[in-house]
């Protein structure tokens, strides 16, 4: 069976269509949620972030899959209501996928920024939450947000959350950590950030195992871990190219967090949906239109 864009949004309307409870009858509401969420993972798979042109463009190419569509009004509403549904089905997904059950994790963070002027930093709705902080990876400061997030090495969210830069991320992984769904006894792997023997202590109270490269100031060599922490990274630029996470358009923080999950949602249903046909895990270029 070939990858395409039908074939994804097949799987992940049918999916949504049998777990998702019927809603009653509206005379407003032209289309179900489970075709509400199939219209998100179509949006972050196309890479399309602005609602207005994403909706003319599916009047265009997929009306074969979605006769009637909302309007912009109706879309964006829809979606805000649905941003709990997108976070279970994110799990459901993942759960789905031979990663959900690897005793190998991997933790980091990732800039996700939500302006750059000083004006439209004081005008946003985000500033009672947003702050700035340090991109050492691109030696630069930003305002906005850390997505942290433990992820297979598939690329399988595990436990993903939102915080300020400010916050420590070691204390955001161990919050991660106690989040995931395990067995007991898996393994760790994280940055020069994830040091301290607080942290490791604390990693091992949970039956997990903390792995970084040697900082330094320790002895030794320590272990070389270059090739597999490049799996978070890249995963991380999956969902920030690919999926578009750095143009995400969000202004207020629910609109933040919808979209974010509107896009691990996708990378989720790509993977298990790659996993049952025999491809690369995150192989997304067949199924952008």
């Not at 005379?27 to 890479?47: F, K, N």
């Not at 509403?77 to 997108?86: M, V, Y």
């Amino acid at each position: 069976m070939d990858a395409d864009l039908d074939l994804l949004l097949t799987a992940v309307f049918v999916t949504a269509d049998d777990l998702l409870p019927d809603r009653p009858g509206n005379a407003r509401r032209r289309i179900t949620d489970p075709e509400v969420v199939t219209l998100c993972v179509a949006q972050a798979i196309m890479g399309i972030p602005s609602d207005r042109r994403f909706l003319r463009v599916a009047r265009k190419h997929l009306r074969d899959l979605f006769p009637t569509l909302p309007g912009q009004a109706g879309y964006f509403k829809r979606r805000r209501r649905l941003a709990d549904t997108l976070e279970w089905l994110m799990s459901v997904f993942a759960s789905q996928s031979p990663g959900f059950y690897d005793d190998l994790l991997l933790v980091d963070s990732t800039p996700v920024e939500c302006a750059r002027s000083r004006e439209t930093v004081k005008r946003s709705a985000l500033a009672d939450a947003a702050d700035y902080g340090y991109c050492r990876s691109h030696s630069r400061f930003f305002w906005g947000f850390r997505l942290h997030g433990i992820f297979a090495p598939d690329g399988t969210p595990r436990a993903v959350t939102v915080a300020s830069p400010k916050r420590d991320e070691r204390d955001v992984a161990l919050e991660l950590l106690q989040r995931t769904r395990r067995a007991g006894g898996e393994t760790l792997i994280g940055d020069k950030g994830y040091a301290g023997k607080a942290f490791a202590q604390a990693v091992s109270e949970l039956d997990a195992t903390i792995l970084r490269p040697r900082r330094k100031d320790e002895p030794g060599r320590g272990p070389h871990l270059a090739p597999i922490r490049q799996r978070i990274e890249s995963i991380f630029w999956t969902c920030k190219g690919t999926l578009t996470l750095e143009r995400h358009g969000a202004r207020t923080l629910q609109g933040l967090r919808e979209r974010i999950l509107q896009r691990l949602l996708t990378l989720a249903a790509a993977i298990t949906l790659n996993h049952q046909l025999g491809r690369p895990s995150r192989a997304l270029a067949d199924y952008c239109a």
